[in-house]
Each structure stands twice: as structure tokens, then as C-alpha cells.
């Protein structure tokens, strides 16, 4: 069955960096685009990056722009998110998500998640 | 950037009620549209996509409808594992952006 693995998050200071990993299992990881999204505590989620099933598309919303970098490496099966100047309000769950096929871009399967805390 | 809008923020309910939750989308998005439910403490879990079509293993209590600008998921029969929260998610052209969540509580 399909598994996201999620891990890498961590308590930072603002201004500091982190990389969270994504191990995929169970179905062909280089097949799928792949995306990352947030939950601060107690809000909703926030979609906020997004990555094409080579690597060479990649989008991401205003809030992580020039701050965030999304990666893979489809020998590995893993998808990465490069996190710098953080932020206070950057503090969330981090999930990454699978995009689902058939011509429709929703998250069919999720990892459960990985907690960064942006505090001094 | 496109809005989406869920109506109510929360509901109360009784197992076996028939509940509607509401999303709006700012402008036309179309029928790309997914519903996701998520339990406290775990990730969202796909119900629907494409407005309306039922993601493998939902139960069929579950429906969505709309197109444009307004949806709507039907919970036919509440039952005890749907008190949960609701996140409508619009994927048409980026940023793909998510309702503020729909909380349907025990009454």
C-alpha cells in the first residue's frame, strides 16, 4: 500500500534552516508529481509547494518563496523540503502528499506529517 | 489568488442526521475540487475529487456536487467515525488554495 514518511522536523530558531525528508513506498515514487503542505497549530492547511514527477517544474506559494526549496530524487523514492529563514509563523505540521493522476491535481494519499517549531 | 470560503465553521449534529457543508470558491474553478477529512491529530484523508467523484474505499455516504463557484459534500447518515474536519481544496491553476476547514461536532 501507499506510504509517506515524513520526518526531519525539529525545534529551530528563527532565522535557522532545516531539510525535511518524505520516504515513499509502495507505488512508483518517479511516476507522481508530489507536493508539500502545512498546518499551523489549530488553523487550516496551506498548500505550499509542488514538484513534477522529473523534478523540473516546481511552484510554490508567495508565503515560502525564495525561503523554500522542494527537491527529489527518484532513486532514493524521497521528496525534500529545504526550509532557511525561518520564521516564527513557519511553525506547522508538515505533510507531503502525493498528486493524484487521471488529469486531476488533488492529494490522494498523505504522510502524517512532521512538526517544525520556529521559536528562540 | 483564488478564495475559498466554507459555510458553516462548525456544526453540530446527531448520528444519522443529513449534513451539508458549503464551499465557494472566489471565481470559476471549474470542477477541480477535492473534499478531505481529517481527525484530530492525524492527516487529511481524500473523500472526494473532481467535484464529485468518490475516492476508492469512501463510503457512499458521502457525495459532492457543484461546479463553478459553488460545492457542496453531503454526509447522507452521520455515523460516529464522521465527527471530524472538513477542508474543500480548489486546483485550478496556483496557488491551490484550501477552505478554512468545516468542524462537525457531536450535538
Known amino acids: 500500500q501507499v506510504q509517506l514518511v515524513e520526518s526531519g522536523g525539529d525545534l529551530v530558531k528563527p532565522g535557522g534552516s532545516l531539510k525535511l525528508s518524505c520516504a515513499a513506498s509502495?507505488?512508483?515514487?518517479?511516476?507522481?508529481?508530489m507536493s508539500w503542505i502545512r498546518q499551523a497549530p489549530g488553523k487550516g492547511l496551506e498548500w505550499i509547494s509542488y514538484i513534477s514527477s522529473t523534478g523540473s517544474t516546481k511552484y510554490y506559494s508567495d508565503s515560502v518563496k525564495g525561503r523554500f526549496t522542494i527537491s527529489r530524487d527518484n532513486a532514493e523514492n524521497s521528496l525534500y523540503l529545504q526550509l532557511k529563514s525561518l520564521r516564527a509563523e513557519d511553525t506547522a505540521v508538515y505533510y507531503c502528499a502525493r498528486v493524484g493522476q487521471s488529469g486531476s491535481s488533488h492529494f490522494d494519499n498523505w504522510g502524517q506529517g512532521t512538526l517544525v517549531i520556529v521559536s528562540s | 489568488d483564488i478564495q475559498m470560503t466554507q459555510s458553516p465553521s462548525t456544526l453540530s449534529a446527531s448520528v444519522g442526521d443529513r449534513v451539508t457543508i458549503s464551499c465557494r470558491a472566489s471565481?470559476?474553478?471549474?470542477?477541480?475540487l477535492a473534499w478531505y477529512q481529517q481527525r484530530p491529530g492525524k492527516a487529511p484523508k481524500l473523500l472526494i475529487y473532481k467535484a464529485s467523484t468518490l475516492e476508492s474505499g469512501v463510503p457512499s455516504r458521502f457525495s459532492g456536487s457543484g461546479s463553478g463557484t459553488e460545492f457542496t459534500l453531503t454526509i447522507s447518515s452521520l455515523q460516529p467515525e464522521d465527527f471530524a474536519t472538513y477542508h474543500c481544496q480548489h486546483y485550478h491553476g496556483y496557488p491551490w488554495t484550501f477552505g478554512q476547514g468545516t468542524r462537525v461536532e457531536i450535538k
Open positions: 471565481q470559476s474553478i471549474n470542477n477541480w
Open positions: 509502495g507505488f512508483t515514487f518517479r511516476d507522481y508529481y
